[in-house]
């Protein structure tokens, strides 16, 4: 047997038949509803605030920094996600036989990854200002949790069993059922059996296993290249739709088309090309202020000593009384530190990582 006919055969082999779908994605706890696909993005958020606050630390931020300003980013992502989702997709919501009040049913999934990046950098903006930290740094720091972050979401949709592709017998196909999704669960037959709708290609594991290495790629990237500020967010921007382009083409869920294309393809190509113009033009920019770390103040130099009480006047110091004091300042660093400003170093910015 040749090597081509023998990998298949291995695969089969190494890996199960079969990629179960849960049959059930929400569970209640009393009268509360437990939903897998809430549950897998506040799981990526929490991952992705924990990541950027470990990133901003080592370039010198405060602790908690990243909490207080995803207070404002997240919400706006959600926002943002959901509206985007609303406006590509608008049929079941305002179409005919379409119910408005779904739209607020985000449980039921539909977040659009672009709108939720567009409207989340704005609320992200107003909490680095808020916060007196350089945007450029925030979403440097926040690109490869927000890729991870991207990854937990998709498992979402696999609980809701949905984003998959064409049919398929491959080992790692994708178990699919009949899918009622008011209730969040399998439709059953007569017996309480789950209903299998088939077998399909798995495109949300595709999708996360792309947005993970995409997250590693950024972390290597901004630690190994000499980056500006910014850039490793726009090689985010342009890195994802990369991915999505070759995944959206495999995805058999129904979507709105622009000359022959489903949108996200035709927004993923814009995505890229806006990243291509955030790359160029962060690398033009001049880089953030260094942050200052906690604690650190401009105290008077030690050798500075508080004068006495009661100071006591001698003859040498009456003598010296009528000369001229020579002014302190002169020769110090503005800081007050005694390195004189001539010649002195710029402080460097700690490495991207």
């Avoid at 549950?39 to 958020?45: K, N, R, S, T, V």
């Avoid at 305002?94 to 607020?104: C, M």
């Avoid at 990046?117 to 903006?125: F, S, Y």
């Avoid at 196909?173 to 088939?198: C, F, H, M």
């Amino acid at each position: 047997m040749s090597l081509a006919g023998a990998l298949p055969a291995a695969l089969g082999t190494a890996l199960p038949a079969e990629i179960p779908s849960p049959s059930v994605g929400v569970w209640h706890l009393g009268p509360l509803p437990i939903r897998g696909y809430a549950m897998c993005i506040l799981a990526g958020i929490v991952v992705a605030v924990w990541l950027t606050q470990k990133r901003l630390e080592a370039r010198g931020h405060r602790k908690g920094v990243a909490i207080d300003i995803s207070a404002w980013a997240v919400p706006f992502g959600i926002l943002g996600g959901r509206l985007y989702h609303l406006i590509t997709t608008p049929q079941p919501y305002f179409g005919e036989g379409g119910d408005p009040w779904k739209a607020f049913a985000i449980y039921e999934g539909g977040l659009g990854i672009w709108g939720a990046v567009a409207l989340g950098a704005v609320g992200a903006w107003i909490g680095c200002r808020k916060n007196g930290v350089a945007f450029r740094d925030f979403v440097d720091a926040a690109a490869p949790g927000l890729a991870i972050a991207q990854a937990m979401g998709r498992f979402g949709n696999w609980f809701n069993n949905e984003i998959y592709g064409a049919p398929t017998d491959l080992p790692w196909k994708l178990r699919i059922y009949e899918w009622d999704s008011s209730l969040g669960r399998a439709v059953t037959d007569a017996q309480g059996n789950p209903v299998v709708k088939g077998y399909f290609h798995p495109t949300f594991l595709y999708e996360a296993l792309w947005c993970l290495l995409l997250a590693a790629f950024l972390i290597w990237l901004g630690r190994r290249r000499p980056l500006k500020s910014g850039q490793v967010f726009a090689a985010y921007v342009m890195g994802y739709p990369v991915g999505r382009i070759v995944i959206e083409n495999m995805r058999t869920d129904t979507a709105n088309h622009i000359l022959g294309q489903r949108v996200n393809t035709w927004v993923s190509i814009l995505v890229f090309l806006l990243g291509l113009y955030l790359w160029r033009h962060f690398g033009r920019m001049a880089q953030p202020a260094v942050p200052v770390a906690p604690g650190t103040t401009d105290d008077v130099a030690p050798d500075h000593h508080e004068p006495s009480e009661t100071p006591t006047t001698t003859e040498d110091d009456s003598a010296d009384s009528g000369r001229t004091t020579e002014d302190p300042s002169v020769g110090r660093a503005p800081d007050g530190s005694d390195d004189a400003v001539p010649g002195e170093a710029e402080a460097k910015r700690p490495a991207q990582s």
